[in-house]
């Protein structure tokens, strides 16, 4: 799989302040990988690095193969990017300001550009000065989409939209992916990274605490089970096998949380009187909390 984004060792301090350290990614082609980590984590500051808007204080960092340092422009030429936040000019109307930045882009369709418009039910005769947050975060995306840049880089993309506009969003990132371009999107929301994103990585404290697929992660996190039985079942049974805890039994029933394979406690229920038997899959928030948790370290809320 050839490499889109590119890291090694990448690190940027700000004096005493951590920023991050020792970053080491690599995201291909026609993926969409989320970057996950609660607010101070990295996620901008490894964003601003990989457009050249901050210099990295070691290591180095390559988009297409082009080391962020040498040759931004060639980059940010087949880069859509929307930032956590931004500002645009108050005076201009929604229509104005996407036609401004479609002019300093160039090679814009104008019929993709009213199709977005569209879906995103955006009143482009308004002024940007009299948009909502969430209709600002609109035009935002807009920009960065309206080129169908080869990457598109997102800093907390749904912040401020309603349901139905994000469901729009999800849309739009699988059409992207299906057109065969790549999407690097920061968040701290799991439930949209766990809809759009191929490989997630999880930050802390300016480090990679994991990378993986999105399916992969879910399963390290523990699956709630519930067993009901015909009659009396022994509670050691289950309490000794790998990776079962929190085992509660209530009249025939066991409810217990198992991480890792779970065949072991199918074969063991298949020895009883087993009348039901629940799982239910972790989500990627239970997953996020218990990588940190494993970490000893207290999960914030942006």
């Known amino acids: 799989m050839t490499a889109v984004i590119n890291t090694e060792r990448l690190t940027k301090s700000y004096g005493p302040h951590r920023g991050i350290i020792d970053l080491d990614l690599s995201i291909g082609e026609n993926e969409v990988f989320g970057f996950l980590g609660p607010n101070g984590a990295g996620k901008t500051t490894t964003i601003r690095t990989l457009l050249d808007l901050i210099r990295p204080t070691s290591g180095r960092a390559f988009v297409f193969g082009i080391e962020t340092t040498v040759d931004p422009v060639a980059i940010h030429k087949r880069i859509g990017y929307l930032p956590g936040e931004f500002a645009l000019y108050d005076r201009l109307t929604g229509g104005q300001t996407l036609q401004y930045f479609a002019n300093l882009r160039g090679g814009v369709d104008r019929s993709y550009q009213s199709s977005l418009i569209e879906r995103f039910e955006i009143d482009p005769t308004r002024r940007y000065k009299e948009y909502s947050k969430g209709n600002k975060q609109k035009i935002g995306l807009v920009v960065a989409l309206q080129h169908r840049p080869d990457l598109l880089i997102l800093d907390e993309p749904t912040s401020g939209l309603d349901p139905l506009v994000q469901q729009t969003f999800f849309e739009v990132i699988s059409e992207a992916k299906a057109d065969g371009r790549s999407v690097f999107m920061s968040s701290h929301v799991l439930s949209e990274v766990e809809k759009t994103c191929d490989r997630v990585a999880i930050v802390r404290d300016g480090r990679l605490v994991t990378v993986d697929r999105v399916d992969a992660l879910r399963d390290l996190a523990a699956h709630q089970v519930e067993l009901r039985f015909g009659g009396p079942v022994p509670v050691e049974a289950f309490a000794n096998l790998a990776g079962v805890s929190n085992v509660v039994a ?53």
């Open 250 to 302: 209530e009249d025939h029933t066991l409810r217990m949380h198992v991480s890792g394979p779970i065949a072991p406690v199918v074969k063991e229920a298949a020895r009883f009187d087993l009348a039901d038997f629940v799982s239910r899959e972790p989500s990627l928030e239970e997953t996020f909390l218990a990588r940190y948790s494993a970490a000893g370290t207290e999960v914030g809320e942006a």
